[in-house]
């Protein structure tokens, strides 16, 4: 692919109560950011699945933004802290498996921060497009490689 | 032909050999086994070719019990083989299964493996640097070798498989079922794995000695401590992969005093048995702070091949990112 | 019941009374000087001197402190009384000429000036002690004390130096009839009296003229009583006993099924804006400050003045003070522009002075509010468009010596204009009340750009928090004014009540299933949930999930090691579905 022709799809998981809401209001706003995330709504960051983010990474995501409250404003308490808990080891798994643990990003984006959901879209688009494309099309296991060295 | 006894195949591909050991294993009950099917293709016991099964006529093996992975191109064409001449194909043991111990390989590629063994381990004497080649020429003759992929399959990645018996290897107990399910034609539904599906702690004699609520203040490998043979693992601060495997291995390594370390693969209900684990562990950390949570999961020695010990290449990521080759 | 003749008029009067007391029910004037009905009388002026004609004797005695006995007769204005009373009264006035209520009991007796020599025309004080046993007696600090014997008697400190004792509540100076007591704030200490919008006001008061309910509190940091232990004045003036200083402040637990936030909102800190001025500029007031001046029942009985006593001849009003400003806030109050135009109109109504209006726009949203903008403009408000840049007194011209001069754009002219007013009134905006942040933790409110609490939809949920039960009414969810607050008030109410009407609670849909027959009882989950909703059930070898407790987060699905259990509406199956779509365009 074309490096310069490289627009980073990006998947986020982003919490009802606030990073949602947040999403919402920068909609709401008219703000403009970049469009390459795609967003999946789930009640709390606690929900997000480890299995999700690697069946993202595996469709073709090239990263993957989880945000919800900020540490002591979860809707459900502490749904957040266990989300942060699972990206500190699921990014240090993912490293292992060859993924740059900047592809795998946890931010807190309040109800109001509309400004900041704006920022993080931008900036993480910004570095993904650094980074280049994931391309685990080798990892999709239709069949073997038969690579020759 | 219908009062002759089925025709059953064993075959091994990318596996150390205690699959065939578990058939061994079933001691007296084999010799039911053997009265009650006709054994026509073994290589690790018996003198058969592959040209016997070749002249086989399609469908004509009721059941194939086939162990090990798949990893090199040889192993794939026997798996076609066995898949066309049989009525039946069980992917036999964790190999088979999700890929095993072998398909811890998948951390890697073909030319990091060539290079560690052909070069770089020290008890290498290898001074023309020789790995092995598919085609090689000497003295006029064309010499072939199987193909060595970068990556380990399970076996239904190559071929259909129609059951799983999992496990490392599989309890005699699951065999013994499977068998007789298959001789009496007592079947479950195509795909199934023919063992229970809730995970070990169901059995586990150590579940009800777990706290009211289940939190990992440090993690410990299990030469580093005294390991209280009662009390639940993870209570004792000891990586358990038991909540996350599916149950009917007859709980061997835990009575033996070692945790669980995952060899029956999820359960039907989880797509990938090593995040699921790290979610379930990672949720019971007991830090809020992200210094703390960074200190526990850095005490964490490696832990892909710690969560993905026996499924790596049946989870959803299959293998480490392959760069592109030069 | 004691009989006695006052003037020659028959009084009964209660056994213990005093003279005064039956004389003031004959309708008898006696003057008094040193007397005060909740201190104890003392009979130091000797003022209220009368003849008495008692058992055969006829007595001059003093009718403050003298009982009255059964058939006494009392004259209060004979000839010896008045004769005695007037000596008194001169001799008062050489000691303390400038005591202005003695002065005017002198001119009611015809005393023009004193035979006496005046030792000192400035002096105030009449030694009639009523300071020395307030001190005493209510408040119960004893600080001051007569000093001195004859004509060097004084009122004073141990050896005239600042007391310890002293607690500073200024109730000398409130008992002092003849202002000889003056308190100044020496050392920029508080004094007791809690200071509230232009003026002092008292320990035991009503919180605000339109209370509700109309029923005064104490204020325990500023009264007496609960510094020294004395005074309760308050409960011995109360006919109806109704003052009780042993109440105690209670903690109440109640439960509720719903409950509705109406914390309100607080005004913006004009100091905030040193550019304004307000703070070191007598005659720049906020809103709320010019709400308690023009208040018919406020410190100038509704007299718009200045500092100096004067009425002022040009007001400035600025519009959007911490509103509409990206320094300080955002978004539009919505109500400073309305209450602008009425402190316009009232200062058009009470006072002559030119009346200027700062405003960006003029936002006159509601039912009339256009109307009443025009009214004003054919009353001849002067509206200035553009934003005031500064208030300052640094006068240019002799014009503006001593005056506010306002500096303002104003955008229809296009010229920069100085605009100079005797009075400054800051239109401040609304902001969330002090407790706002704890509210929002306690409840788990979430809190919109603004900082004012979010509700759960703006148009669908408008008074719905985003927790169930919990409603919002007024300013705490965003600027409004009194309509609006009333409005959303009652659909608050009706929202409660249709939840107690109903009888019961609709669950959250989206909650988390264990099924028993995946699950392996690991009990990874029970220890996850932060509503307790989870329990291990030992003897089925399972987890179950209470359906009532459980809000639908999903954590324990996501960590659900063996795939057990799932979350409703959120299902793996579906999470995985959606990814896939996404990578389908």
């Given at each position: 692919?074309?490096?310069?022709?490289?627009?980073?799809?990006?998947?986020?998981?982003?919490?009802?109560?606030?990073?949602?809401?947040?999403?919402?209001?920068?909609?709401?706003?008219?703000?403009?950011?970049?469009?390459?995330?795609?967003?999946?709504?789930?009640?709390?960051?606690?929900?997000?699945?480890?299995?999700?983010?690697?069946?993202?990474?595996?469709?073709?995501?090239?990263?993957?933004?989880?945000?919800?409250?900020?540490?002591?404003?979860?809707?459900?308490?502490?749904?957040?802290?266990?989300?942060?808990?699972?990206?500190?080891?699921?990014?240090?798994?993912?490293?292992?498996?060859?993924?740059?643990?900047?592809?795998?990003?946890?931010?807190?984006?309040?109800?109001?921060?509309?400004?900041?959901?704006?920022?993080?879209?931008?900036?993480?688009?910004?570095?993904?497009?650094?980074?280049?494309?994931?391309?685990?099309?080798?990892?999709?296991?239709?069949?073997?490689?038969?690579?020759?060295? | 032909?219908?009062?002759?006894?089925?025709?059953?195949?064993?075959?091994?591909?990318?596996?150390?050999?205690?699959?065939?050991?578990?058939?061994?294993?079933?001691?007296?009950?084999?010799?039911?086994?053997?009265?009650?099917?006709?054994?026509?293709?073994?290589?690790?016991?018996?003198?058969?070719?592959?040209?016997?099964?070749?002249?086989?006529?399609?469908?004509?093996?009721?059941?194939?019990?086939?162990?090990?992975?798949?990893?090199?191109?040889?192993?794939?064409?026997?798996?076609?083989?066995?898949?066309?001449?049989?009525?039946?194909?069980?992917?036999?043991?964790?190999?088979?299964?999700?890929?095993?111990?072998?398909?811890?390989?998948?951390?890697?590629?073909?030319?990091?493996?060539?290079?560690?063994?052909?070069?770089?381990?020290?008890?290498?004497?290898?001074?023309?640097?020789?790995?092995?080649?598919?085609?090689?020429?000497?003295?006029?003759?064309?010499?072939?070798?199987?193909?060595?992929?970068?990556?380990?399959?399970?076996?239904?990645?190559?071929?259909?498989?129609?059951?799983?018996?999992?496990?490392?290897?599989?309890?005699?107990?699951?065999?013994?079922?499977?068998?007789?399910?298959?001789?009496?034609?007592?079947?479950?539904?195509?795909?199934?794995?023919?063992?229970?599906?809730?995970?070990?702690?169901?059995?586990?004699?150590?579940?009800?000695?777990?706290?009211?609520?289940?939190?990992?203040?440090?993690?410990?490998?299990?030469?580093?401590?005294?390991?209280?043979?009662?009390?639940?693992?993870?209570?004792?601060?000891?990586?358990?992969?038991?909540?996350?495997?599916?149950?009917?291995?007859?709980?061997?390594?835990?009575?033996?005093?070692?945790?669980?370390?995952?060899?029956?693969?999820?359960?039907?209900?989880?797509?990938?048995?090593?995040?699921?684990?790290?979610?379930?562990?990672?949720?019971?950390?007991?830090?809020?702070?992200?210094?703390?949570?960074?200190?526990?999961?850095?005490?964490?020695?490696?832990?892909?091949?710690?969560?993905?010990?026996?499924?790596?290449?049946?989870?959803?990521?299959?293998?480490?990112?392959?760069?592109?080759?030069? | 019941?004691?009989?006695?003749?006052?003037?020659?008029?028959?009084?009964?009067?209660?056994?213990?009374?005093?003279?005064?007391?039956?004389?003031?029910?004959?309708?008898?004037?006696?003057?008094?000087?040193?007397?005060?009905?909740?201190?104890?009388?003392?009979?130091?002026?000797?003022?209220?001197?009368?003849?008495?004609?008692?058992?055969?004797?006829?007595?001059?005695?003093?009718?403050?402190?003298?009982?009255?006995?059964?058939?006494?007769?009392?004259?209060?204005?004979?000839?010896?009384?008045?004769?005695?009373?007037?000596?008194?009264?001169?001799?008062?006035?050489?000691?303390?000429?400038?005591?202005?209520?003695?002065?005017?009991?002198?001119?009611?007796?015809?005393?023009?000036?004193?035979?006496?020599?005046?030792?000192?025309?400035?002096?105030?004080?009449?030694?009639?002690?009523?300071?020395?046993?307030?001190?005493?007696?209510?408040?119960?600090?004893?600080?001051?004390?007569?000093?001195?014997?004859?004509?060097?008697?004084?009122?004073?400190?141990?050896?005239?130096?600042?007391?310890?004792?002293?607690?500073?509540?200024?109730?000398?100076?409130?008992?002092?009839?003849?202002?000889?007591?003056t308190v100044e704030d020496?050392?920029g200490?508080k004094v007791?009296h809690d200071e509230m919008y232009l003026g002092p006001t008292?320990?035991?008061?009503?919180?605000?003229?339109?209370?509700?309910?109309?029923?005064?509190?104490?204020?325990?940091?500023?009264?007496?009583?609960?510094?020294?232990?004395?005074?309760?004045?308050?409960?011995?003036?109360?006919?109806?006993?109704?003052?009780?200083?042993?109440?105690?402040?209670?903690?109440?637990?109640?439960?509720?099924?719903?409950?509705?936030?109406?914390?309100?909102?607080?005004?913006?800190?004009a100091r905030?804006?040193p550019?304004y001025g307000y703070g070191r500029f007598p005659n720049i007031i906020t809103a709320m400050e010019f709400e308690r001046l023009v208040n018919?029942?406020g410190p100038t009985g509704g007299k718009v003045l200045l500092a100096n006593g004067e009425e002022p001849k040009a007001v400035g009003i600025i519009?959007?003070v911490?509103?509409?400003?990206?320094?300080?806030?955002?978004?539009?109050?919505?109500?400073?522009?309305?209450?602008?135009?009425?402190f316009?109109?009232l200062l058009?109504?009470k006072t002559k002075a030119t009346i200027y209006?700062?405003?960006?726009?003029?936002?006159?949203?509601?039912?009339?509010?256009?109307?009443?903008?025009?009214?004003?403009?054919?009353?001849?408000?002067?509206?200035?468009?553009?934003?005031?840049?500064?208030i300052t007194t640094l006068a240019?011209?002799?014009?503006e010596e001593g005056k506010l001069i306002i500096?303002?754009?104003?955008?229809?002219?296009?010229?920069?204009?100085?605009i100079a007013v005797d009075m400054a009134i800051l239109a401040v905006?609304?902001?969330?009340?002090?407790?706002?942040?704890?509210?929002?933790?306690?409840?788990?409110?979430?809190?919109?750009?603004?900082?004012?609490?979010?509700?759960?939809?703006?148009?669908?949920?408008?008074?719905?928090?985003?927790?169930?039960?919990?409603?919002?009414?007024?300013?705490?969810?965003?600027?409004?004014?009194?309509?609006?607050?009333?409005?959303?008030?009652?659909?608050?109410?009706?929202?409660?009540?249709?939840?107690?009407?109903?009888?019961?609670?609709?669950?959250?849909?989206?909650?988390?299933?264990?099924?028993?027959?995946?699950?392996?009882?690991?009990?990874?989950?029970?220890?996850?949930?932060?509503?307790?909703?989870?329990?291990?059930?030992?003897?089925?070898?399972?987890?179950?999930?209470?359906?009532?407790?459980?809000?639908?987060?999903?954590?324990?699905?996501?960590?659900?090691?063996?795939?057990?259990?799932?979350?409703?509406?959120?299902?793996?199956?579906?999470?995985?579905?959606?990814?896939?779509?996404?990578?389908?365009?």
């Amino acid at each position: 692919m074309n490096q310069e022709h490289f627009e980073p799809r990006l998947i986020g998981f982003l919490c009802n109560w606030c990073s949602y809401t947040g999403a919402d209001l920068a909609g709401t706003a008219r703000m403009v950011y970049a469009p390459n995330i795609r967003i999946i709504r789930v009640m709390c960051t606690g929900r997000v699945d480890p299995q999700f983010v690697l069946k993202a990474f595996r469709e073709g995501a090239d990263g993957v933004l989880i945000s919800g409250c900020h540490p002591g404003d979860c809707h459900y308490q502490e749904g957040n802290y266990k989300a942060m808990r699972r990206h500190k080891l699921l990014s240090k798994v993912l490293e292992q498996f060859g993924i740059e643990k900047e592809r795998f990003r946890l931010e807190w984006v309040s109800a109001s921060e509309g400004t900041k959901f704006q920022q993080v879209c931008n900036e993480f688009t910004e570095q993904i497009r650094g980074l280049g494309p994931l391309n685990l099309n080798g990892n999709k296991g239709e069949h073997h490689e038969q690579r020759q060295a | 032909m219908s009062n002759a006894k089925p025709k059953v195949a064993f075959y091994w591909c990318a596996s150390c050999g205690g699959c065939e050991e578990s058939i061994v294993d079933l001691a007296e009950d084999i010799l039911k086994v053997v009265a009650a099917v006709d054994i026509v293709f073994w290589p690790v016991a018996l003198d058969f070719k592959k040209k016997d099964v070749e002249a086989m006529p399609d469908k004509s093996i009721a059941v194939s019990f086939i162990n090990g992975g798949i990893r090199m191109s040889e192993q794939e064409e026997m798996a076609h083989l066995l898949r066309r001449k049989s009525q039946i194909v069980v992917a036999h043991g964790a190999c088979a299964h999700l890929g095993g111990i072998p398909g811890l390989a998948n951390f890697w590629n073909k030319s990091t493996i060539f290079r560690t063994v052909y070069h770089t381990t020290a008890s290498t004497d290898n001074p023309n640097g020789t790995e092995p080649q598919p085609k090689t020429s000497l003295d006029g003759y064309e010499l072939t070798l199987p193909v060595f992929w970068d990556t380990v399959h399970p076996l239904d990645d190559i071929i259909d498989v129609d059951y799983y018996l999992p496990g490392c290897a599989p309890h005699r107990d699951l065999i013994i079922n499977a068998v007789t399910a298959i001789l009496e034609g007592k079947l479950p539904p195509k795909g199934s794995v023919l063992a229970p599906n809730k995970s070990c702690c169901d059995d586990c004699e150590r579940n009800d000695s777990k706290p009211d609520k289940l939190q990992i203040k440090e993690i410990k490998r299990p030469h580093e401590v005294l390991l209280d043979p009662k009390t639940c693992f993870l209570a004792q601060g000891v990586i358990c992969m038991g909540p996350a495997t599916r149950g009917g291995c007859g709980e061997r390594c835990i009575n033996g005093n070692m945790p669980c370390r995952g060899c029956m693969g999820p359960t039907d209900q989880v797509y990938d048995q090593g995040a699921k684990f790290l979610s379930a562990f990672a949720s019971i950390l007991d830090a809020n702070d992200e210094k703390d949570i960074e200190r526990l999961v850095d005490s964490i020695v490696d832990p892909a091949g710690t969560f993905y010990r026996f499924s790596l290449p049946s989870s959803i990521l299959k293998r480490k990112k392959l760069e592109a080759v030069k | 019941m004691v009989n006695l003749t006052i003037d020659g008029k028959q009084v009964e009067v209660d056994e213990g009374s005093t003279i005064l007391q039956a004389a003031k029910k004959a309708g008898a004037r006696v003057p008094t000087l040193c007397f005060h009905p909740v201190i104890e009388p003392y009979a130091a002026c000797r003022v209220c001197v009368v003849e008495v004609a008692f058992r055969g004797k006829n007595d001059l005695l003093t009718s403050c402190n003298t009982k009255a006995e059964e058939g006494m007769d009392v004259r209060t204005a004979s000839e010896r009384a008045l004769r005695a009373r007037r000596l008194n009264v001169e001799m008062l006035l050489a000691r303390a000429p400038a005591a202005e209520p003695l002065r005017e009991i002198a001119k009611e007796l015809g005393i023009e000036k004193t035979r006496f020599p005046v030792k000192d025309p400035d002096e105030k004080c009449i030694l009639c002690g009523l300071c020395v046993r307030a001190c005493e007696q209510i408040v119960g600090a004893c600080a001051i004390s007569f000093i001195e014997r004859g004509t060097d008697r004084h009122v004073s400190t141990p050896f005239g130096e600042e007391s310890e004792a002293c607690i500073g509540c200024t109730a000398c100076a409130h008992f002092c009839p003849t202002g000889a007591i003056t308190v100044e704030d020496k050392y920029g200490r508080k004094v007791i009296h809690d200071e509230m919008y232009l003026g002092p006001t008292t320990a035991i008061r009503v919180p605000t003229r339109q209370a509700v309910p109309m029923v005064p509190f104490i204020d325990k940091e500023a009264c007496i009583h609960f510094k020294t232990g004395e005074c309760k004045v308050c409960a011995k003036v109360c006919d109806r006993d109704a003052v009780n200083h042993e109440m105690e402040d209670t903690i109440q637990e109640i439960e509720a099924g719903s409950i509705i936030i109406a914390s309100g909102f607080k005004t913006f800190d004009a100091r905030r804006i040193p550019a304004y001025g307000y703070g070191r500029f007598p005659n720049i007031i906020t809103a709320m400050e010019f709400e308690r001046l023009v208040n018919a029942s406020g410190p100038t009985g509704g007299k718009v003045l200045l500092a100096n006593g004067e009425e002022p001849k040009a007001v400035g009003i600025i519009h959007c003070v911490g509103s509409r400003d990206e320094n300080y806030h955002a978004y539009c109050s919505r109500v400073c522009c309305m209450y602008s135009l009425k402190f316009a109109h009232l200062l058009g109504e009470k006072t002559k002075a030119t009346i200027y209006d700062f405003y960006i726009d003029m936002r006159c949203f509601g039912k009339g509010y256009e109307e009443f903008y025009h009214r004003l403009l054919k009353e001849g408000t002067k509206f200035v468009r553009g934003r005031v840049s500064e208030i300052t007194t640094l006068a240019l011209t002799e014009k503006e010596e001593g005056k506010l001069i306002i500096r303002v754009e104003d955008t229809l002219l296009g010229a920069v204009r100085r605009i100079a007013v005797d009075m400054a009134i800051l239109a401040v905006g609304m902001e969330p009340s002090i407790d706002h942040n704890r509210l929002a933790k306690t409840f788990n409110i979430s809190c919109s750009q603004d900082t004012f609490f979010l509700e759960r939809h703006p148009k669908l949920a408008p008074v719905s928090s985003f927790s169930d039960g919990i409603f919002l009414a007024g300013t705490c969810q965003g600027p409004k004014d009194i309509p609006d607050t009333v409005a959303q008030a009652g659909a608050a109410a009706a929202e409660a009540l249709a939840l107690a009407d109903l009888g019961k609670v609709e669950l959250e849909p989206i909650t988390a299933v264990i099924d028993d027959k995946l699950c392996s009882g690991c009990q990874i989950c029970v220890g996850l949930c932060p509503f307790t909703a989870i329990t291990y059930k030992k003897d089925e070898g399972h987890s179950e999930i209470n359906d009532a407790l459980c809000k639908g987060c999903g954590t324990c699905v996501a960590a659900c090691p063996s795939g057990a259990s799932y979350q409703k509406h959120f299902r793996d199956e579906q999470i995985f579905a959606e990814i896939e779509g996404i990578f389908l365009i």
